[in-house]
């Protein structure tokens, strides 16, 4: 008699691996989505991986398909501009996509008037455009199919205002709620949508940060690997649901925000990414 999971997964599935689908992970060539495209790798799942960095995605790929045995295609796509977002999107729409994680995403500290605008401008198009571009290019195959599997990396700052973060905030505010919208009206599709909504993860985006001011607040302890954020990612998406929030810290942001009015929370959490910024 198969268990109720078991039940579960046959009604709802995420595709298993096969060799004309191709699983595509979006900012592949570093952190969180290093560890995406090398765990789906180490499930079987041919892949399609993405960044700008064409040589650091070439190595990630010669690595991948000689300890796991599968096919790795390489597109090296700057997200930003929106005619290498296109070219890419219009590629995923003609292609057998079986999961995509909408992953590459940057952040920028600071008080908004102070930073670069054309930046504050690129961010918007990397962190909102290139995520809902590419969604919107696999959906309309994936509901045909009544497969697929879509891991948006959101986080946990998306759940608050976060003064001296203001972009970056925004950014993730838009990706919580569009991940979670979306998977409400994918209910009974068969395709899987789940939010990733970490909290502090050790990975490249965080370069910009003070690190000192990063430990103070955030011992080492509790900071989390992108390996374990892409590994219980992936069992989250297969399971259908609708957030993963890996650690502690996150956790207790998401806690928070649920609670504290968001007039209490925004100052709160400025002082804490000002000081992050080297204020
Ligand atoms: N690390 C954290 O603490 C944390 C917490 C919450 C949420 N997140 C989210 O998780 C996702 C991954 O974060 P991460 O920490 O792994 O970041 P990361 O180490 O900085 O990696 C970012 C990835 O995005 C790619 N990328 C950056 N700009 C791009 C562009 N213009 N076009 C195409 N690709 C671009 C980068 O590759 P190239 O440089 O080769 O283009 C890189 O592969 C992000 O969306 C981030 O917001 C991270």
């Not at 599935?13 to 900012?27: C, E, N």
Request: charged content about 20%.
């Amino acid at each position: 008699m198969p268990s109720r999971v078991a039940l579960y997964d046959l009604r709802m599935p995420v595709p298993a691996p096969s060799s004309d689908a191709r699983a595509v992970v979006t900012g592949a060539s570093q952190g969180i989505g290093e560890a995406l495209a090398t765990e789906l790798a180490a499930r079987g799942h041919n892949l399609i991986i993405t960044a700008r960095r064409e040589e650091v995605l070439n190595n990630l790929a010669a690595g991948l398909t000689d300890k796991y045995g599968v096919d790795v295609e390489v597109r090296p796509v700057d997200l930003v501009d929106p005619s290498q977002r296109a070219k890419l999107a219009d590629e995923l729409a003609s292609r057998n996509i079986s999961v995509l994680c909408a992953n590459a995403g940057n952040a920028t500290l600071g008080p908004v008037a102070e930073l670069d605008p054309a930046g504050e401008r690129a961010l918007v198009q990397l962190n909102a455009a290139g995520v809902h571009d590419l969604v919107l290019a696999v959906l309309p195959r994936m509901i045909e199919g009544k497969a697929g599997g879509i891991l948006i990396s959101g986080s946990a700052a998306g759940n608050s205002p976060i003064p001296h973060n203001a972009t970056y905030a925004s950014t993730k505010a838009f990706l919580n709620t569009f991940s979670e919208s979306l998977r409400g009206e994918l209910r009974s599709s068969g395709v899987h949508v789940t939010l990733l909504a970490p909290g502090p993860v050790r990975t490249g985006m965080l370069e910009s940060v003070d690190s000192s001011a990063a430990t103070k607040l955030v011992p080492n302890y509790l900071w989390v690997s992108a390996e374990y954020a892409a590994k219980v990612s992936l069992d989250a998406l297969g399971r259908n649901k609708m957030r993963v929030v890996p650690g502690v810290p996150a956790k207790a942001m998401s806690v928070a925000n649920q609670y504290l009015p968001r007039g209490i929370v925004a100052p709160m959490v400025g002082r804490v990414y000002k000081k992050l910024g080297g204020g």
